[in-house]
């Protein structure tokens, strides 16, 4: 299962008047240049740092709600609905012919025990997840589970932007429960299991400039096997 959209839906012209006032922050460049073509940007309503600018990981951080999330009440309620510890939460914002060039994030997978949550806030119908070749369109106010750690891409091929708030939790019984109502197998072993020695080098290289405490324990387990 790479994907799962959830039962039920946010309030979008809720989420749409938050991020009126989260546009007149600044929304620094994607800091992955080289994996996208366009205008890629990002701020942060959990960092590291507590900074709403800083949209990179940092050594021993420990992450904090940003000011731009004292702004969206309605947005911290979404977040503190799930029950489970959250690590970096963001505004991503893709402009209109930019493209996320096909990519992998090694790791980022329910199975590994972390898991990304996009929930759209400003999309149009020419914006395309591929997943896997499968393509995916994800509507405004909806929430989605994917699994980034297989090759994926984003395109918004409109003539708007695209605004998605992104959430990046830590499995527990809570998530458990949810993702095996929503048809999840719970049973499935962490792909590290089959990544061959390479591959989990890579996957090493990748979590370390992540920095936080989950990537770090995932680090531990791949040298323990690498």
Known sequence: MNYIKFSGAYHVEKLNTE?????????PLHFNTQDYNGDWRSISLRSASGKSNDIHAHPNGIYQDTPVLGLMPYTKEILDSWQCEKEAIRLLYL????????????????HDGIFR????????????????????HLDAGECWYIDFSVTHSIINA???PRVHLIIDGIRNDWTDRLFEAHG???????TSDSYDP????????NLEQMNTDTARNLIATLKAEH
Request: glycine residues 4%; aromatic residues 8%; proline residues 6%.
């Open 158 to 160: 409109g003539s708007t």
């Open 117 to 136: 949550i996009h929930i759209p806030i400003v999309t149009n119908p020419d914006v395309h997840f591929t997943i896997e070749q499968e393509k995916l």
């Open 198 to 205: 390479e591959t989990k080098a890579r996957m090493i290289e």
């Open 95 to 110: 402009a209109p012919d930019s493209h996320i060039k096909p990519h992998k994030d090694l790791g980022c997978a329910y």
């Open 184 to 190: 999840y197998d719970l049973s499935r072993r962490s």
């Open 19 to 27: 991020l009126g006032y989260a546009l007149k922050e600044e929304w």
